[in-house]
C-alpha cells in the first residue's frame, strides 16, 4: 500500500482501529497501573482514601525530592489526598528507599519481606514489588528499593510514569492522565540499565534555549537547570553536558553543580573542555595561549582547579585537549604531545583526589580530527572510556574493535542538531527513529554501551528523539525492531492518552519519515526537480500530513491542546509551510523563464503569504501556546541560507520576473525504474540475517543485515546472504545501475563500505559505496541522506532478469536500486 494512503486511514481512523487499541489485554504483568481492581492488586488511588508516600528522612536528598514529586503526580493523576511521610505510623501506600540508607526499607529486607536478591552493588538497579503485611497496620504495600540512590530515584518516577505522568509533563506542558481510582497488580519487577552513562548535551543554544531562559528564569541558572535535571530523572538518564556557547554551569551560577549532586545527576563537560572546566572559564580568567607547549603551567593550574571544584562527586571527567574555539589542536596529529597531555591530567586527577587515576572515571572523546589520533594508532589507559562519535549527522564514524574488552568501556556521541557543514541543522526535529535506532543497535552490538550522550540542541523541540534515544539507552535489547517500530504509538499513547495515542502515533511516525528526506536548512527551490513534478510529488506528501494533524486537532481535549501543538503539529506544520514556500518560488521560476507573467507574479504573492505564514506559525508557538511559556524557543532562523553558517535573520528567496527571469537547475537524469529495497526475497546465510525496516526513509523500508559485527564476506555469492529483484527490461544493451543505500561509514575502520551486485547468473561486483571519498561526495551524502554507487553490468537481452544484492560489509543498509537510462 502507498505509505501516504496507508497514512491517512490510519489517522481518519480505520474502522475498529480505536475500539482494538482500547481492548489490548490490560492489568497484565506485575506491578503495571490498572483501573480495575484484580488479584493481589494494590489500591494505589482511590476516592475518600489518603494514599502515604513513606521516605525514611535520613535517605539521600534526591530520593526525598523525586518522593515529594510523586506525591505530586499522584495528586494530579487521582485528584485525591497524597501525603509524605518520614515513617508508617499512619499507613503506607508506597515506601521507598535506598539499601543502607533507609532504616524502614532495611528492615524490610533484614526480615525478608522483600525480595532483593542480586540488588547490591547493582549500578542504578532497582526492585519494585507489591507486599503483603509489610509491616504491622499495614496489609499491603508498593515496596521500592534502590541500590543506591538513583535506582531508587528511578523507581519512584517508574511509578509517575505508570499512574500516567509523562516525563514531558513540564516541559511539554502534557497533562496528568486522571484517574481517580488506580491499583498496581500484585508481582514484583527488577529492572537497572545496561548503558552506564546516558544523558544528552544542550548545545548550540543561542538565540533559542539561551533566550528562553533569559525571558523566563533570568538566565541559564540553577532554576533553569533544575527544569532539565528533573526531565533527566524521569527519563532514567543521569548525565549532562551543560550548555557551553559562551557559558560555564559552574561559574554562572554557583548553586548549579551543587543542586545536580543533590539532585543524582552527574555533570561533564563537552569534547573540548577538558578536566571539567568550562571552555570560557579560561577566556574569562585571560589565561594566555591555549597551546600546552607554549603555556604548559597554567592550564595545568586551570585544570587542577576543576578536578578540586568536581570534588567527591560521581562525574565522568573528560581528557585530552582541543584547540581553542572547537578547532584542531595542531596541524596534523602531534601524537606524542596529546599522550604527554592526558599523562600530566592523570597526574592531576591523582593528585588531587589522593587516590589512583584509574578510580575516577573517565572520558577521551574521539570527535572530530581527535579520531585521527585513535585511527594512528594512539592509546590511553585501559580504565579510560573511548567516546566515539559520529560525523555530526548520525552516522557513526568508528566502533571499538570487535570483542575488545577494555575496563573504561566505550561509549557514542551523537547528533540531533548540529552547527557546521554543510549547513546548521537546528531548527526542528528532524531525526527518523529507525535510522536513529539501526545506529545505536550497531553501537550496542560492537559493545558500545558505557557512555550514550547525544547533542539535543535547545532540547525543544526534540522531545521524541530524546525519550527514544534515553529509553533505548535504559537497554539497548529490549528495544528490538519490533519494540522500535511500536515506539511512536506507545510513546504518543504516555503523552495524550490510549483513545489517541494510536492516530497520534501514525502522524509522529510519517513526520520523521517525511522530514528524514532532507534537512530543513539545506530546502530551497531548487532541492526538488518542478518540470518533472518532483516538487508536486513532495509537497502533495505534506499536504496530505498537515490535514491529517489539523483534522485530529479538533478532537484533541481542550487540556492537551498545548501538549499536542508543542509535541505534534508545531512541526507539522512549520515544515509543510516551508516546502509551500519554496515550491511556491519554483513555480514563480518556472513560470517566469516561460515568459508567464500572470503565474510568475501570482507564485510571487503566494511564496510572500508563505514567508510572513513561518512568522506568524513561530508567534502562535511562542506566543499563543502554553501562556507564552516558551518565548523565544523558535528564535532559530531558518530561511535564507547562503553557506553552513546561519543567516542572521530569515530572508525572502529571490522571485523572479519575465523581465528578470532566474536560471532553472537542469533536471537530474531519472531513473527509469526505482525498485524497492524490500520489493526483493531476502535469503539469509553465514550466521547474517536480513531485517526488513518499514519507514526508514520517506520512500518506504531498507533491509538491512544483522549482527552488523559478523565478519566480512570477501567473496560474496552461493549461499553468502543475498537479496533477489525481479526486472524486466525492454531493449536489449548495457544495464546501468544505482544502488542507494544510508549514508552510513565504514566504523571498522578500513575506508570501505562495499556491497556487491550481479544480474542472472554473472558474477558478483563489488561496489565501494565511500570510493574516492571527498568532502563534497560526503557533502552530497548527508545532504540528501544515502550513498550511490553506480555500475554498468554486460549487455543484457530484452526481457525479465534477476538482480542480486550480496552483502560484503554487514554495517551496509539497503535503501534500493534505481534502473538509470
Not at 552547527?419 to 550496542?444: C, E, F, S
Not at 499536504?543 to 487540556?559: S, W
Not at 544510508?742 to 559505496?769: E, M, Q, T, W
Request: aromatic letters at 8%; proline letters at 7%.
Amino acid at each position: 500500500m502507498n505509505p501516504l494512503l496507508l497514512s491517512a486511514a490510519l489517522v481518519a481512523l480505520i474502522p475498529g482501529a480505536a475500539a482494538a487499541a482500547a481492548t489490548r489485554p490490560a492489568c497484565a504483568g506485575p506491578v503495571v497501573a490498572c483501573e480495575r481492581n484484580v488479584a493481589g492488586a494494590l489500591s494505589l488511588l482511590a476516592p475518600g482514601r489518603v494514599a502515604t508516600v513513606v521516605v525514611d528522612p535520613g535517605d539521600e536528598p534526591g530520593v526525598r525530592r523525586a518522593a515529594t514529586d510523586l506525591v505530586a503526580d499522584l495528586k494530579a493523576v487521582g485528584g485525591g489526598d497524597v501525603r509524605l511521610a518520614g515513617d508508617a505510623a499512619g499507613g503506607a501506600t508506597v515506601i521507598a528507599g535506598t539499601l543502607g540508607h533507609s532504616a524502614v526499607v532495611d528492615a524490610l529486607v533484614k526480615a525478608g519481606r522483600i525480595d532483593v536478591t542480586g540488588l547490591a552493588g547493582q549500578w542504578e538497579g532497582y526492585v519494585e514489588q507489591v507486599v503483603d503485611n509489610p509491616m504491622p497496620g499495614v496489609a499491603r504495600a508498593l515496596v521500592i528499593v534502590g541500590a543506591d540512590r538513583r535506582g531508587t530515584i528511578y523507581g519512584l518516577y517508574d511509578i509517575s510514569a505508570k499512574a500516567g505522568v509523562s516525563p514531558w509533563t513540564w516541559w511539554a506542558d502534557v497533562p496528568a492522565q486522571r484517574h481517580p481510582t488506580l491499583y498496581l497488580t500484585a508481582g514484583r519487577v527488577a529492572d537497572h540499565p545496561v548503558v552506564k552513562y546516558r544523558g544528552i548535551f544542550i548545545n548550540d543554544e543561542e538565540p533559542a534555549f539561551g533566550g528562553w531562559a533569559r525571558k523566563s528564569f533570568g538566565g541559564i541558572n540553577h532554576r533553569a537547570y533544575e527544569r532539565v535535571f528533573n526531565l533527566l530523572l524521569r527519563s532514567k538518564a543521569n548525565f549532562l553536558w551543560p550548555a557551553m556557547w559562551g557559558k560555564s554551569l559552574w561559574q554562572d551560577d554557583p548553586a548549579t553543580a551543587p543542586l545536580a549532586q543533590e539532585m543524582g545527576v552527574l555533570l561533564g563537560t563537552s569534547h573540548h573542555e577538558p578536566m571539567q572546566r568550562a571552555q570560557i572559564e579560561w577566556k574569562r580568567q585571560g589565561g594566555g595561549a591555549w597551546d600546552y607547549t607554549k603555556n604548559t603551567d597554567e592550564l595545568r593550574k586551570f585544570w587542577r582547579f576543576g578536578i578540586e571544584r568536581r570534588g567527591r562527586a560521581e562525574d565522568p571527567v573528560t581528557i585530552g585537549m582541543r584547540g581553542d574555539g572547537d578547532e584542531p589542536m595542531t596541524e596534523g596529529t602531534a601524537t606524542e604531545l596529546l599522550e604527554r597531555i592526558v599523562t600530566d591530567q592523570r597526574r592531576i586527577i591523582a593528585d588531587v583526589t589522593g587516590r589512583p587515576a584509574a578510580q575516577t572515571p573517565q572520558v577521551w572523546a574521539l570527535y572530530k580530527e581527535v579520531q585521527d589520533y585513535y585511527d594512528k594508532g594512539m592509546r590511553v589507559p585501559d580504565d579510560v572510556t573511548l567516546l566515539f562519535a559520529d560525523d555530526n549527522w548520525g552516522n557513526i564514524r568508528r566502533l571499538p574493535p570487535i570483542g575488545e574488552t577494555r575496563v573504561g568501556g566505550s561509549g557514542v556521541y551523537y547528533h540531533f542538531d548540529y552547527v557546521g557543514g554543510p549547513r546548521n541543522y537546528k531548527w526542528l526535529d528532524t531525526n527518523a527513529i529507525p535510522r536513529v535506532w539501526q545506529q545505536m543497535t550497531m553501537a550496542h552490538q560492537y559493545g558500545a554501551d558505557r557512555l550514550w550522550i547525544v547533542n539535543v540542541g535547545d532540547l525543544k523541540p526534540m522531545e521524541y528523539p530524546t525519550s527514544f534515544f534515553l529509553d533505548m539507552a535504559w537497554n539497548p535489547d529490549r528495544m528490538d525492531l519490533s519494540a522500535m517500530q511500536g515506539y511512536p504509538v506507545r510513546w504518543a499513547t504516555q503523552q495524550f492518552g490510549a483513545a489517541q495515542g494510536p492516530q497520534i502515533g501514525e502522524l509522529i511516525r510519517r513526520y520523521g519519515q517525511l522530514a528524514s528526506r532532507r534537512k530543513p536548512e539545506l530546502i530551497d527551490a531548487t532541492s526538488y526537480e518542478y518540470q518533472g513534478g518532483e516538487w508536486a510529488r513532495v509537497l502533495a506528501e505534506w499536504n496530505a500530513l498537515d490535514a491529517a494533524a489539523r483534522k485530529l486537532e479538533t478532537r484533541i481535549p481542550a487540556d492537551r491542546r498545548d501538549a499536542y501543538y508543542e509535541l505534534v503539529l508545531h512541526r507539522i506544520e512549520a515544515m509543510t509551510n516551508l516546502h509551500r514556500l519554496y515550491q511556491a518560488v519554483a513555480a514563480n521560476r518556472a513560470a517566469a523563464s516561460a515568459g508567464d507573467a500572470e503565474t510568475a507574479e501570482k507564485m510571487a504573492a503566494a511564496a510572500r503569504g508563505f514567508f510572513a505564514r513561518d512568522a506568524a506559525i513561530r508567534r502562535r508557538y511562542e506566543v499563543d501556546t502554553a501562556g507564552g511559556k516558551w518565548p523565544a524557543m523558535m528564535a532559530q532562523t531558518h530561511i535564507g541560507y547562503t553557506g553552513w553558517q546561519q543567516p542572521d535573520s530569515d530572508a525572502m528567496p529571490a522571485l523572479a520576473t519575465v523581465a528578470a527571469p532566474l536560471p532553472l537547475p537542469p533536471a537530474p537524469p531519472r531513473a527509469v525504474q526505482r525498485i524497492a529495497a524490500d520489493q526483493g526475497r531476502a535469503v539469509d546465510g553465514s550466521g547474517i540475517r536480513w531485517q526488513r525496516v518499514a519507514n526508514f526513509t520517506a520512500e518506504g523500508a531498507a533491509m538491512i543485515a544483522t549482527p552488523t559485527t559478523a565478519p566480512t564476506i570477501e567473496r560474496p555469492g552461493g549461499a553468502s546472504p543475498h537479496l533477489v529483484y525481479d526486472l524486466a527490461t525492454e531493449r536489449a544493451g548495457p544495464l546501468k545501475l544505482a544502488i542507494v543505500a544510508a549514508p552510513g561509514l565504514d566504523v571498522r575502520g578500513g575506508g570501505r563500505h562495499r556491497i556487491a551486485v550481479s544480474v542472472d547468473d554473472g558474477a558478483p561486483v563489488i561496489l565501494n559505496l565511500m570510493a574516492d571519498e571527498t568532502p563534497a561526495t560526503w557533502d552530497r551524502s548527508v545532504i540528501e541522506n544515502r550513498r550511490v554507487a553506480t555500475t554498468t553490468l554486460p549487455d543484457v537481452a530484452a526481457g525479465r532478469h534477476r538482480i542480486t544484492l550480496w552483502l560484503v560489509d554487514p554495517e551496509v543498509v539497503i535503501e534500493g536500486i534505481e534502473v538509470l537510462p
